[in-house]
């Protein structure tokens, strides 16, 4: 049952209406320092990015961010941060996928046909992701790669060849490299993603409008409060009468006030 709502909640993201700051094509030239931080220095990273996502909050943490079945049953409100430090080293692969759909569920982000066909190959080897719609990109080239290798693994075994074997081995190290490249780009859009979260660049969100104050009856001019000043050189206007006042010109001092006189009077 939980497999199949994971299988639900993935499809359901592509669904979304929202897109990535930063696609995983442009983020090494978007952020160049961090992109070589995070191919260096992964585990360090993915540990970061977690917690950041939470917004230091590690009370809220739950192993792969609960979308594995091993999720809160590892101990992890007894000791998160270790708990997420063992994550992040034995679970590389795992880490980072929980942490992109962890982003994509709180804003609404959704997963890409040129994401969806990285991801699905780069993860393909900590086995993270093994069913998608996406199963089409299976032959891509880093799955290439590791099909190449394994051959040539096979075929040194048997035939006893050293050139094969070492020949296997570079092909398992480009494929590592492609995957540890691809990982990298994943967390530098995770980074610039909350980048954006914390208002970091780009515009800033909309702020909170002041408090409007509704005009009375019973007062004599409206409240202005919450509205902006008339431009310069605009004519402004006499305001209405309050509600009960008359609108006539009063008598002058001293002037008595009489009612007309009737129609064909005459002193």
Not at 27 to 50: A, E, H, K
Not at 211 to 227: E, F, N
Request: net charge neutral; charged share 15%.
């Amino acid at each position: 049952m939980g497999s199949q709502a994971n299988m639900d909640k993935m499809q359901q993201r592509q669904n979304y209406r929202n897109l990535w700051h930063t696609d995983l094509m442009r983020t090494i030239q978007n952020d160049p320092p961090y992109c070589c931080l995070s191919f260096w220095c992964g585990p360090c990273v993915s540990y970061m990015l977690r917690k950041r996502a939470l917004y230091n909050d590690m009370s809220r943490y739950v192993c792969c961010a609960g979308y594995m079945p091993c999720s809160g049953r590892c101990g992890e409100n007894r000791c998160p941060e270790f708990c997420l430090a063992t994550e992040v080293f034995l679970c590389f692969g795992n880490s980072v996928a929980s942490t992109r759909f962890l982003l994509q569920d709180e804003f609404n982000i959704q997963t890409t046909q040129c994401d969806n066909c990285i991801i699905v190959i780069s993860l393909s080897l900590s086995h993270t992701l093994t069913h998608s719609h996406t199963q089409k990109c299976a032959c891509g080239f880093m799955v290439c790669l590791q099909q190449f290798a394994c051959i040539f693994s096979i075929v040194a075994m048997i035939v006893g060849s050293e050139e094969i074997s070492e020949a296997s081995q570079i092909l398992s190290c480009l494929s590592d490299m492609v995957y540890c490249t691809v990982c990298a780009c994943m967390q530098t859009q995770h980074k610039i993603e909350m980048d954006k979260r914390d208002g970091k660049f780009g515009p800033q969100p909309m702020a909170v409008p002041p408090v409007q104050q509704m005009s009375r009856l019973d007062q004599a001019y409206p409240s202005t409060v919450g509205y902006p000043p008339p431009a310069y050189g605009q004519p402004t206007y006499p305001l209405p009468p309050a509600y009960g006042q008359p609108n006539y010109a009063p008598p002058a001092y001293g002037q008595p006030t009489y009612p007309p006189p009737p129609a064909g009077y005459q002193r």
